[in-house]
T-cell receptor, first 116, second 111 residues
């Protein structure tokens, strides 16, 4: 079945560092991928929609210069948290829907980002 | 704008008990509804997917129902086990759009 791979699973770094998270669809092509953020004991909140071949679409309140998204190919999207600060510490998770709308949406295992 | 609400926010039950988790959504124009399980610090595991034309789906001890017109879904877990302890998330999808999630129900099954 459809599988989404996300890497790395855990990052701990100093404030001011930029961190890149990769999301890959392993056995299917995804023209669209979604990036979510989840704070402790909260639900998943959509940050942005990554579109292959065009600019990402950001949700209201999400800084596009802070969270850079690149959909490099039909199987890879990256999220870069630039100049990360402690308030960016969160659980980031990506999703890549298969082309058929009536199929389950699959998620990566998530990346826990801790900024010191 | 679609909003998804899950009740209760947390639930603790003794092992062996049957339980029901509730999910409601404000916009009934959905394509499908998906129930997920999330263990602490982990990603999402898809449990059941119900299409808008379906009334229920079953997988093992899990049964999910959907009443699209009233904007409600329930997840029924039979004979609960300590291994069922996790957060259960309900999410709805409208067309080629991202899923909208509820805040989840944190379930603890006590041995």
């Amino acid at each position: 079945g459809a599988v989404v791979s996300q890497h790395p699973s855990w990052v701990i770094c100093k404030s001011g560092t930029s961190v890149k998270i990769e999301c890959r669809s392993l056995d299917f092509q995804a023209t669209t991928m979604f990036w979510y953020r989840q704070f402790p004991k909260q639900s998943l909140m959509l940050m942005a929609t990554s579109n292959e071949g065009s600019k990402a679409t950001y949700e209201q309140g999400v800084e596009k210069d802070k969270f850079l998204i690149n959909h490099a190919s039909l199987t890879l999207s990256t999220l870069t948290v630039t100049s990360a600060h402690p308030e960016d510490s969160s659980f980031y998770i990506c999703s890549a829907p298969v082309s058929q709308v009536n199929q389950p949406q699959h998620f990566g295992d998530g990346t826990r980002l801790s900024i010191l | 704008k679609q909003e998804v609400t899950q009740i209760p926010a947390a639930l603790s039950v003794p092992e062996g008990e049957n339980l029901v988790l509730n999910c409601s959504f404000t916009d009934s124009a959905i394509y499908n509804l998906q129930w997920f399980r999330q263990d602490p610090g982990k990603g999402l595991t898809s449990l059941l997917l119900i299409q808008s034309s379906q009334r229920e789906q079953t997988s093992g001890r899990l049964n999910a129902s959907l009443d699209k017109s009233s904007g409600r879904s329930t997840l029924y877990i039979a004979a609960s086990q300590p291994g069922d302890s996790a957060t259960y998330l309900c999410a709805v999808r409208g067309g080629n759009t991202p899923l909208v999630f509820g805040k989840g129900t944190r379930l603890s099954v006590i041995a």
